[in-house]
C-alpha cells in the first residue's frame, strides 16, 4: 500500500521560513516524479512544483518561482519543500503527489498517488 505522508506546516508570518516533507512508502521511490499542490479555501488544487525521479530536473508554478525550492533525498524516500518570505496568498492545504510518468505534469488528475496534506497559514 502506498503512503505519503507530509509534514511541517504550521502558522507563519509573511515573510517567514517554513519547510514541508513528504515520506513515501509503498512505492519503488526512483520511479516516480515527485510535487507539491496546494489547495487553498474555496479554490481548487493547484499545482505548485515538481521534482523528477534523480532530483535534477524541476519545475514550478510562477507564483513561487525564486520563493520555493522542491529537492528530494532518494535515500530516505522523502521529498521536501523549502518556501521562503511566506505571503498571505501561500496559505493552504499543501499535498505531496508521485507520478510514474517522466513527463512534467503539472495537472492533478495525471499524479497517480496522493498523501492527506499538511495546512500551512500565513498571517500579516
Known amino acids: 500500500q502506498v503512503q505519503l505522508v507530509e509534514s511541517g506546516g504550521g502558522l507563519v508570518q509573511a515573510g517567514d521560513s517554513l519547510r514541508l516533507s513528504c515520506a513515501a512508502a509503498?512505492?519503488?521511490?526512483?520511479?516516480?516524479?515527485m510535487a507539491w499542490f496546494r489547495q487553498a479555501p474555496g479554490k481548487e488544487r493547484e499545482f505548485v512544483a515538481r521534482?523528477?525521479?534523480?532530483?535534477?530536473?524541476?519545475r514550478y508554478a510562477e507564483s513561487v518561482q525564486g520563493r520555493f525550492t522542491i529537492s528530494r533525498d532518494n535515500a530516505k524516500n522523502t521529498i521536501y519543500l523549502q518556501m521562503v518570505n511566506l505571503k498571505l496568498e501561500d496559505t493552504a492545504v499543501y499535498y505531496c503527489?508521485?507520478?510514474?510518468?517522466?513527463?512534467?505534469?503539472?495537472?492533478?488528475?495525471?499524479?497517480?498517488?496522493w498523501g492527506q496534506g499538511t495546512q500551512v497559514t500565513v498571517s500579516s
Open positions: 521534482v523528477n525521479w534523480a532530483g535534477g530536473n524541476t
Open positions: 503527489a508521485a507520478d510514474k510518468s517522466s513527463l512534467t505534469h503539472t495537472t492533478e488528475v495525471e499524479y497517480d498517488y
Open positions: 509503498g512505492l519503488t521511490f526512483t520511479r516516480y516524479a
